[in-house]
């Protein structure tokens, strides 16, 4: 066990605070954390959602639970107003039943494939697709064998790039093959496509996620699978050269419904007019418990709320909590959101999401002139004693990025720890057990402590 | 999900060690990383010790197959010799039976509490002891209610305390009640104690640990129970004033028995004499596999030396990778190992530890003179982008500490997040499956990297 003798760190970071911030900032900050460490209500409001509601995907039966849900932990968070913004969204149905089998004319037992169906994907027809398997590693591959495709399911065994250290980035190298993957390859004649899952999780579980088709080609079924059955698939088909796969998915639309952002407001005391907007998606894949994607981001928003009201801290300017709708498939809920600020001409300072897990945060993303980004940058030595550093990286989230590209609105992310979050991203492995209590209290804590500095000091 | 633009990081990193470093030390520690990222066998390796071995205290039948193990993984990483070094070590078993029920004229139903004794802890004795408790939630209400302790079972109930954003500050604030309260309450009369087992997990798994008695006084069984059982306990003793409660355990030490610490080593090119030693403790608690406590250590200390030798890199001071046998309850190993040392008069340049888990890495903590301290803070640039920023923390593990201690050697062990750890440490939960692949092979990575830097420059 580790033997510590001082806590070097922690006074080497407050006197350098001292030096460059107002004391009373330093200790602001230590009272929010105080507070979101000892009387979180995150944790038990990401239980509430996951277990008594769980996967909540655009127009199922889960979402209205949701927003229910949504709103009374609003409302009890304090908020001066709680409300529903009514928006269409997609309504995407996995269906009856989903199904990767190996045919082949060895007797041996090989057990069906784990495998999920990629978001937006259609169905397959009732009789199932079998087929010959191609298998490629890259565009590059797909486009040198294209005379190959015909008549085949095509199976895109891309692996994730282990030497990206932040691992959003080999997700970023791999997730083509995800999205665009089934036009690519209809386009040759393809009569499906597997993907080898968005992962590098040591396990099985497939992972789902949005595919979308360039509609001048076909509409195939595209399905995901696991690790180990991708590997497993790979094998096999160097081996047995008869092999062919029987694919099954019953995955179709439904005409687009009703959903709903649900937004709970502080209001400014001093620029009411001035909006800061902070928030998760809402929705979730239909195949887990939404737990850090992004169960996460709404309790860690909801949660700022609640800290600020706790501690009597009234903010100069509109604190707007956003549980976006439809994030994973559509982005419906944030084009709402944005387009109807526009139209109301109103005025957005910043705008800050959590959607990349309850993981322990490491600090924050950003997109904004660089001026701001400096003001913001000079605060980094508050942020350091709780584990927040890293203020270099640009980018931010889906829901942000609408906002942002309305009205030009400065925007940001949460940037918790990358490792575990695509072990289970889209898989049935999302749920409530997988988020650590502290992990997310400290994420919290961060997008509370920014936002304080945002409103008090404006951008 | 995260929209990423441009590795800002990256490219913000890279260049400013540049300007900083030779740019070939940015290569290597490149080099280094994408060998272990791709290539590791860190967490094969901890499957092995985990799911073949398991638990493994000193004395156990399964320390002599964990010391097989290392040995024979040291040689397969490529040691130019690798050997096991003779010590003894106390043998302390946990016995037939453990139990703490709560005995109440009620005639409702309470399972026995989740417990474990502590280790080095005496047993009760064949009828086990029936008594009152009293509850103190300190060591001074203790003292202020000394005359209520005799002829009781003392209940520490003393809670992690939440603001600390490192764990390890609350877990050494709170460690002292399992380490000494057994001795503090017998002092007054205490036929036992019951311990608030050493975590903040959100679950009822008791923690084991050491204790030590105080000679002074009377020895008396030591128990820990799961958080939840404690708030159990907790509430009834306020309720049920005729409630007592039956503790057993046939905790024992049988006679002190033949230990090994198991070394391997990549010998100096230049400066042999010069040793660099790096490790983990091999032994566990009983009650889990020992995977983050220290197996996790024990494979990122031999994964630097099958990386260095997959690279061609020949280090100018000899290396010596070493898995402590004892630290948990005795430190007899690492004793031993500093004892051999000083005898034989080497010269020991540096001795790094891991034992904090296998979590991501954030940085490392030292006990070394300010300006040594200050060469190695000047190569924080070239561990940045690997997420290691954490260079100012005072501190380090057990093992390496009797190095410190017999000889004077600087000292330093890698620095995990905190925030997960004691949730599993001392507690059945510490399995493989706790541990994340690229988590484990980050933080070998950072130990390889700090090897690398110090054995090229010198300390």
């Keep these: 066990m580790l033997r510590f003798l001082l806590p070097v760190s922690l006074v080497f970071s407050v006197s350098f605070a001292s030096a460059q911030q107002p004391a009373d900032d330093a200790a602001t900050l230590r009272k929010l954390a105080d507070e979101v460490l000892t009387h979180s209500n995150a944790y038990a409001n990401l239980r509430t959602l996951t277990k008594e509601i769980g996967g909540r995907l655009a127009g199922s039966p889960q979402m209205p639970k949701a927003e229910q849900w949504g709103l009374k932990a609003l409302q009890a968070a304090g908020a001066d107003t709680a409300y529903l913004q009514e928006c269409m969204v997609p309504h995407w149905v996995r269906g009856a039943k989903e199904e990767v089998r190996i045919i082949s004319k060895r007797r041996d037992f090989v057990p069906p494939l784990q495998v999920l169906a990629l978001g937006n994907s259609v169905g397959c027809g009732p009789d199932g697709i079998t ?101 497993l698939l790979s094998d096999r088909i160097k081996d047995d050269k008869d092999m062919k796969v029987y694919l099954h998915t019953d995955a179709h639309f439904l005409p687009d419904t009703i959903g709903h952002n649900v937004i709970g ?11 800061i907007t902070v928030g998760g998606h809402l929705d979730s894949w239909d195949v887990n418990e939404g737990a850090h994607d992004d169960g996460a981001g709404c309790v860690q928003s909801i949660e700022i709320l609640r800290a600020f009201k706790a501690l009597g801290i009234r903010p100069k300017r509109t604190i707007r909590i956003v549980l976006f709708a439809n994030e994973e498939n559509g982005t419906r809920g944030a084009r709402k959101y944005a387009a109807a600020a526009k139209a109301a001409n109103e005025h957005h300072v910043f705008a800050l999401e959590s959607d990349a897990g309850g993981f322990t945060p490491r600090g ?37 990025g609408e906002i942002n590209e309305a009205m030009g609105t400065p925007m940001g992310e949460l ?29 919290a804590f961060g997008m509370a402590g920014l936002i304080y500095m945002i409103d008090k000091y404006g951008l």
């Design 131 to 231: 087929a010959p398997v191609l298998e490629v590693g890259s565009f590059d591959e797909l486009e040198a064998k294209k005379d190959q495709v015909k008549g085949k399911i095509v199976f895109y065994n891309y692996h994730f790039n282990p030497t990206f250290i932040k691992t959003f980035y080999a997700y970023s190298d791999a997730v083509i093959y995800r999205g665009a993957g089934a036009s690519r390859a209809s386009k040759y004649g393809a009569l499906a496509v597997i993907v080898r899952s968005m992962s590098h999780a040591a396990n099985n579980f497939p992972h789902t996620g949005a595919m979308r088709y360039n509609d001048s080609f076909p509409k195939v079924p595209a399905v995901a699978i696991g690790l180990e059955d991708a590997d």
């Design 265 to 275: 407001e502080i209001r400014g005391s001093e620029h009411p007019e001035e909006i």
């Design 415 to 443: 940037s918790p720890d990358s490792q575990r979050y695509f072990d289970i991203h889209h898989a049935a492995s999302d749920v409530f057990e997988a988020v650590n209590k502290r992990e997310l209290e400290l994420g």
């Design 364 to 400: 924050f993303s950003f997109v904004m002139p660089a001026e701001k980004r400096a003001k913001i940058t000079a605060w980094k030595p508050l942020f350091l004693p709780y584990g927040l550093y890293d203020f270099e990286e640009e980018g931010a989230g889906t829901d942000v």
